[in-house]
């Protein structure tokens, strides 16, 4: 079975769902159709077929879940049943998450250049390095106290 | 999938920025635009490491129900599952290019598709456990670790977790080749044995030195090939022949010699053709280990359905 | 500290719980051989990864409780494992059962998985130590291989037009062998009344019919009502286990004293 599913640039799409027709390249279908804004693609749905899932372990209860990579299982139970042995074997691991990967959505690569600052942010890092010794030489670093940690 | 299906020639301008961006470092990532012929190499390339895991499993697993120590039994079935496990890894990242994981089973199943040489051939005694362990995992681990830096991202990322879990089969293979080579005489003539064996299938495993090609050009210019076959032979042998000699034991090729002024190995030429015929599938456990993976997949044939059928009845669970 | 039979001082029931303890260690070794065949031969790679992981967890907890006896008779655990006659095993005949088709498989991880955190629960509750202790952090792998297995199950057994079929056969033939798991010998009534284990082996066996019926009924299933088949305890095993032995102790016997 040849997959002929080809994506708005017409370049084959990752292999798609064996049981849902893809969308015909061009489709205006909103939930599965990428996303063009001026500067060209900036979304995507990330691609895969029907029972793929991304996994997510979180190494420690105080840590955030991170995306440890996929695996092919027809449900959610099964895919944590199979996430567990599959992506920590070795890693520590106190909670799972899974979800579908055809539920995710990306920023296009297209998009890297909007997450590049054009102008200079340094507002958001308190000023400059000089500045900032000189407001925690003041009397706010003078009443600091251990137990405010 | 042995020659690239005729496609739509590739927008050159694309194709010129393409190959722009890999030369200058960039790594390209999952659902960004390929060339076909760039698309194709990758996918070959992957699949056949795919493939090659989940046959490789096969000579080493027929040590596991023999394995002579718990601790031994216990570590071989790590071993072998972390061989199954990198065939998962590879499949998903094939899948990114556009095969579905089901296709390319089928293939490997169906004799259709191509994995490494050395797994075409018997693993006969607990020794050959050892040298598969030490030299075969070794040889894959110089092409694996170089290709690190490949240009496709999800390929080198999955690259660096294979590397990570075949150094403690390196490891675990050099505690079981220490045990034989300093225990009894038996055990010692079972590793030289089994070493003699797998030397030439080792050295073919790298392929013929490269010929110079506008396609190896091409291949090195996209990162899909990040050394020649013979770099990464010369490096695998400087760093385990040494290791045979520490142990006294023998290196089967009497022509291998260390050549000073050229800082590399002079080999016994192999002959070519046995890697040509094994790797088109006329190794002498080609056939046999391909028919047990078609008795299994045919066994599983029901299984599989049942999964598609829940599969299907649960599509819509939590869709938003 | 010390071993958990150099600890117990009547000589009648060290000797009745290094029976209990090699039984565990027999049955785990033999359930851990046979789930490790399926290293490659899974039906899914992600289901070989992890039936490879249980397989290798049943062999970690032989080596726990087979430590107990080596440690205590100065003996090589290897030797244990691997250098007795088949009479001198004490493992249940469900566990040497050759593998056979995936649903087999699945519904003996589903029996033996229920039958054995009962077990390890009542080793916990023993006081015996080490052993107490150790049952107890073991039942945290057990509770994922019967996560498996269930999960396993209700995907086959509810699944499409084969499934119920051929789990149902699947049940039926483990089933007179789950049995045999409860197998009784002296060793059980002594423990008992030592108020070392605080159930008897016919309570023991009710409490896991209770358990696995929701999990078997649930799938559609139908309990069967064939009685026991035994012999497993008593080291009495059927032809698989000779075949199974041979080949797991092939290497091991070429050379005892060898280091491997």
């Not at chain 1, 959610?76 to 599959?86: G, I, R």
């Not at chain 2, 045990?179 to 079972?190: V, Y």
């Not at chain 3, 996560?147 to 049940?171: H, M, S, Y």
Request: a negative charge; one cysteine or more; glycine letters at 8%.
């Amino acid at each position: 079975m040849t997959h002929d599913n080809r994506g708005h640039d017409g370049q084959p799409r990752e292999s798609g769902d064996v049981t849902r027709p893809q969308p015909a390249a061009g489709a205006a279908s909103a939930e599965t159709a990428a996303r063009h804004d001026a500067g060209g693609l900036w979304e995507h749905p990330l691609g895969a077929a029907r029972d793929v899932w991304a996994v997510f372990v979180q190494g420690r209860r105080r840590d955030t879940h991170v995306y440890a990579g996929d695996v092919h299982a027809p449900d959610a139970e099964m895919a944590l049943v199979l996430a567990k042995e599959n992506y920590t074997r070795r890693d520590p691991c106190v909670s799972l998450w899974v979800v579908r990967a055809d539920q995710i959505h990306a920023t296009a690569q297209d998009a890297a250049e909007m997450f590049v600052p054009a102008t200079d942010k340094s507002y958001r890092f308190g000023g400059s390095y000089r500045q900032q010794r000189k407001a925690f030489q003041s009397s706010y670093q003078a009443a600091y106290r251990e137990e405010d940690q | 999938m042995s020659a690239m299906p005729p496609v739509l020639p590739d927008d050159p301008e694309m194709g010129r920025r393409f190959t722009e961006r890999v030369q200058s470092g960039e790594q390209i990532e999952a659902g960004e635009w390929l060339p076909a012929e760039y698309r194709f190499e990758a996918l070959r390339l992957i699949t056949m490491h795919a493939n090659s895991e989940i046959m490789g499993a096969l000579p080493e697993r027929e040590w596991i129900p023999r394995a002579p120590s718990l601790a031994r039994k216990m570590a071989l079935t790590a071993k072998v599952q972390d061989e199954v496990g990198h065939g998962m890894l590879l499949y998903r990242v094939a899948e990114t290019l556009g095969r579905s994981r089901d296709e390319m089973i089928a293939d490997l199943v169906a004799g259709r598709a191509r994995f490494h040489n050395v797994f075409h051939y018997p693993a006969e005694t607990w020794a050959d456990v050892a040298i598969i362990q030490v030299f075969v995992d070794g040889a894959a681990m110089q092409t694996q670790g170089a290709l690190r830096s490949c240009s496709y991202a999800p390929y080198s990322r999955v690259l660096k977790r294979i590397c990570y879990e075949e150094d403690f089969h390196i490891q675990l293979g050099l505690d079981v080749w220490r045990s034989l080579a300093e225990g009894t005489p038996r055990q010692r003539a079972m590793l030289q044995d089994a070493l003699r064996r797998w030397w030439t299938p080792i050295i073919h495993f790298f392929g013929m030195p490269d010929r110079v090609s506008p396609h190896t050009e091409k291949m090195l210019a996209w990162r899909i090939k990040v050394k020649s076959n013979e770099e990464l032979r010369q490096q695998f042998l400087r760093r385990f022949v040494p290791v045979i000699l520490e142990y006294g034991l023998e290196v089967p090729d009497p022509g291998l010699r260390w050549q000073e002024d050229e800082q590399r190995y002079v080999y016994t030429e192999p002959d070519w053709e046995e890697l040509k015929r094994v790797g088109r599938g006329g190794g002498p456990k080609s056939a046999e280990r391909l028919a047990l993976r078609q008795r299994f997949h045919e066994q599983h044939a029901w299984v599989r359905e049942a999964v598609n059928r829940w599969l299907q009845d649960h599509a819509q669970d939590a869709v938003a | 500290m010390p071993g958990v039979l150099t600890a117990i001082a009547d000589p009648t029931l060290r000797a009745a719980f290094r029976e209990v303890l090699l039984r565990v260690a027999d049955d785990e070794l033999v359930i851990g051989h046979r789930h490790s065949e399926w290293t490659g031969f899974g039906p899914d790679i992600e289901s070989d990864v992890a039936m490879s992981s249980i397989a290798q967890e049943e062999l970690g907890h032989a080596r726990v409780f087979y430590e107990q006896i080596a440690d205590d008779e100065g003996l090589d655990i290897d030797r244990l494992a691997f250098g007795r006659t088949p009479g001198e095993y004490r493992h249940a005949a469900l566990l040497e059962r050759e593998n056979g088709g995936w649903e087999f498989s699945i519904v003996r991880l589903v029996l033996y998985e229920a039958f054995e955190t009962g077990r390890l629960r009542l080793l916990a509750a023993s006081g015996q130590q080490p052993i107490a202790g150790l049952a107890e952090t073991l039942t945290r792998e057990e509770r994922y291989h019967l996560l498996f297995a269930e999960t396993w199950l209700t995907r086959l057994a509810r699944g499409a037009a084969e499934g119920p079929g051929r789990v149902q056969r699947a049940l039926d033939a483990a089933w007179p062998d789950a049995l045999g798991l409860f197998e009784t010998t002296p060793a059980d009534a002594l423990l008992v009344a030592q108020g070392v284990i605080a159930s008897t082996p016919s309570a023991q066996r009710a409490a896991w019919e209770a358990a696995v019926r929701p999990s078997l009924e649930g799938c559609g299933l139908r309990l069967p009502s064939s009685g026991p088949r035994e012999g497993g305890r008593r080291g009495v095993h059927t032809p698989a286990f000779d075949g199974l032995l041979d080949q797991m102790t092939e290497v091991w016997r070429s050379d005892p004293e060898a280091r491997w």
